[in-house]
């Protein structure tokens, strides 16, 4: 089993909404990412877990919540979005972290969570 | 700090002919990765081919090849025998600081 497995594929909701976005592996990699990506432009590294610690946070607003209830599950939760929060969310997972916390080795992407915020 | 740069918006190449991407990078580390991932209009990013900067040797994978210039910090990818399914946007890529580039987006014309 090769896959990262996103739900769902689209999401729309209101800025007054809580939601969840939920991103799963079952191929034992301990660094689980996710990502913020624009039209046509590159993803954006918004939070890194390494062994169900949260390891690296790009200054992401409050508004979005990560999660990792174990090794293979990844969650983010979502409250009082704005409608600029609206893009793909991409989940990926690699083998490892190295040593100084960040990877080498190659990610594993899901198809993504549409979100689009009213 | 690391930098990835990608020149290059867009480019288009016929079918069944060959294309390069371009990529530089700007490091003052010694060991580190670089990766080209491609990304379909269906969304879903996979990877291509990887290089270690350790190896001199270039990286193929089938159809895919690259280029890697250590001095020049030059990565770029090579598609020969172009093929529909080959349009996309490539993403070049250098770890372990997890840096994309812009991106390429790449058209095949029939």
């Known amino acids: 089993d090769t896959e990262v497995t996103q739900t769902p594929k689209h999401l729309v909701m209101g800025m007054t909404n809580k939601k969840s976005l939920k991103c799963e592996q079952h191929?034992?990699?301990?660094?689980m990412y996710w990502y913020k990506q624009k039209a046509k432009k590159p993803p954006e590294l918004m939070f890194v877990?390494?062994?169900?610690?949260?390891?690296i946070n790009e200054s992401v607003p409050s508004r979005f919540s990560p999660e990792c209830p174990n090794s293979s599950l990844l969650n983010l939760h979502l409250h009082a979005l704005q409608p600029e929060d609206s893009a793909l969310y991409l989940c990926a997972s690699s083998q490892r972290l190295a040593g100084g916390l960040l990877s080498t080795g190659e990610l594993f992407f899901g198809e993504g969570s549409r979100l689009t915020v009213l | 700090a690391q930098t990835v740069t990608q020149s290059q918006p867009e480019m288009s190449v016929q079918e069944a002919e060959t294309v390069t991407l371009s990529c530089t990078y700007d490091?003052?580390?010694?060991?580190?990765?670089l990766f080209w991932y491609k990304q379909p209009p269906s969304r879903q990013m996979i990877l291509v081919i990887r290089q270690e900067a350790y190896k001199q040797q270039n990286a193929t994978e089938n159809r895919f090849s690259v280029n890697f210039q250590k001095a020049a910090k030059s990565f770029s990818l090579k598609i020969s025998d172009s093929q529909l399914g080959d349009a996309a946007m490539y993403f070049c890529?250098?770890?372990?600081?997890?840096?994309f580039g812009k991106g390429t987006r790449l058209h095949i014309l029939p």
């Open positions: 490091t003052s580390e010694s060991d580190y990765y």
């Open positions: 877990y390494s062994y169900e610690k949260l390891s």
């Open positions: 191929m034992g990699h301990r660094a």
């Open positions: 890529a250098y770890m372990p600081k997890i840096i």
